[in-house]
């Protein structure tokens, strides 16, 4: 009785032991997980307040500009105008849209003008490339004449000689 009654107790302290560490456990983690959560939230809201902060758009999009590259600064632009719609940059930013709008209306004019001639130029380019091409593989194609009748015959022969048996 006394060993079972010690290893009774062995196993209720141990599983006391386990049970409590278990609570603490589940305790710290809801605890941690909890406080870990509400600081990611803080800290995204945070990093959304910067990232979309309205004056660092618009420069962003005037960076944009300055680099001709109009998709880019609509696009940042377009950012602004949906986080900030009523900022005084958001004011400024759509002067520099108009100006974008208006530049691209021009170049898309000038492309118009402009396209049958380049097109004329490209083609007669293309030509030349392609005339060239065909006279190379022409003079290769007579260079090795001999050679490439040689290499169908040795496809062919076999298929010539079978018909040529069936006639005799």
């Known amino acids: ?3 079972n009654e010690r290893i009774r107790m062995w196993v209720n302290r141990i599983v006391a032991f386990l049970a409590g560490a278990l609570i603490l456990f589940i305790f710290l983690q809801s605890t941690v997980v909890s406080v870990t959560e509400d600081r990611n939230k803080e800290l995204v809201k945070q990093l959304d307040e910067i990232r979309y902060e309205p ?8 960076t944009y500009f300055e680099k001709n590259e109009y998709d880019n600064a609509k696009g940042i632009l377009n950012t602004l105008f949906g986080k900030h719609p009523v ?6 930013g759509k002067t520099l849209y108009a100006k974008i709008e208006k530049l691209q209306e021009e ?4 492309w118009e ?19 060239k091409k065909l ?3 022409r003079e290769d194609l007579i260079k090795n004449m001999d050679s490439n009748l040689d290499k169908e015959w040795e496809k062919v022969k076999d298929g010539i000689r079978k018909e040529w048996e069936k006639q005799i």
């Open 1 to 3: 009785m006394i060993k």
């Open 55 to 62: 004056g660092r758009l618009l420069n962003e999009g005037k």
């Open 87 to 92: 900022s005084e940059e958001t004011a400024q």
């Open 107 to 110: 170049m898309d004019k000038k």
């Open 113 to 131: 003008a402009a396209v049958k001639s380049i097109r004329e130029e490209w083609t007669k380019k293309m030509v030349t490339q392609l005339k």
């Open 135 to 137: 006279e190379t593989e």
